[in-house]
């Protein structure tokens, strides 16, 4: 017995067995069908590993929390195999999970939706900027989060409390999801810095990202115009540019364009010197 009521045993799974836990309707991923080839191959060439402590998970209903591209292996080979199975784990706990297949934070966020009933748009751009609001969240101001170095890693668990705590996000992520895609402009980190702005203003920022996006009625001189070329000849950059990581640098000059909007100035060149300190929304 594990803790919660949690038990484990080793069984011969058959494919009819498989079906059944299958068809219980837990929410689940998407089948990845490289993964599920290669565990058909494993099967079929007699390479399963009944004991390398992987688990194919079963909650209190019967339905699959951990396991489906296994059991979907079992059912396409028509072949039993032995595996440990674990019974009775909460449906809630797939976003804490790591297995061989990682759950990203945007599978998190689907199965959310599904279980709850509250499916997002737009997912893989609302899982990027929560990420980045978490990071924001913990260094406590925008200016710190951009001085700060390293690459944090954001937990699949932080990236839905971020979510179901801020739904100004996904609000922002439905507003600039819809927007025409522009090569080179990045619509996470622009749903990001929407958030931000949008607290400031909220009709400037639904006319400046528009704007960004469409590029009309924009004259020379004009901050978001100077903003858009940028980015758009910045697409591809890969590397630090000046010295700092290039998706902070690019949060670092559309809020220099955000500023520069808001105060009516003008402005033809966007850039964030090595040693310059970093912008705050105004």
Known sequence: MLKNGVKAKMMVITPERAAKWLEAGEPNRKIKDAQLRRLVGVINRGEWDENNGETIKISPDGGVVDGQ??????????????????????????????????????????VDGRRTGKEQKYSAYLAASAKLLYKLKQAGRIDRMLRSGG????????????????????ESTRFVGSLPHVKGIHKSIMIFLHSLFNKKHSDKAQRFFEKLYSGEDLSKGSPILALRNKLISLQGHRGAKNGHPFNKFVMAITIKAWNAYRQNRSAKILSWGAEEAPPVPR
């Open 151 to 170: 690459n944090m890693k954001v937990e699949n668990k932080h990236v839905l409390k971020i979510v179901n705590d801020n739904p100004e996000l996904a």
């Open 69 to 110: 591209h296994r059991l979907w292996a079992i059912i396409e080979t028509n072949k039993s195999v032995r595996a440990l199975v674990a019974f009775n784990v909460p449906s809630d706990s797939f976003d804490t999970i790591d297995t061989g297949v990682g759950r990203s934070a945007l599978d998190a966020i689907v």
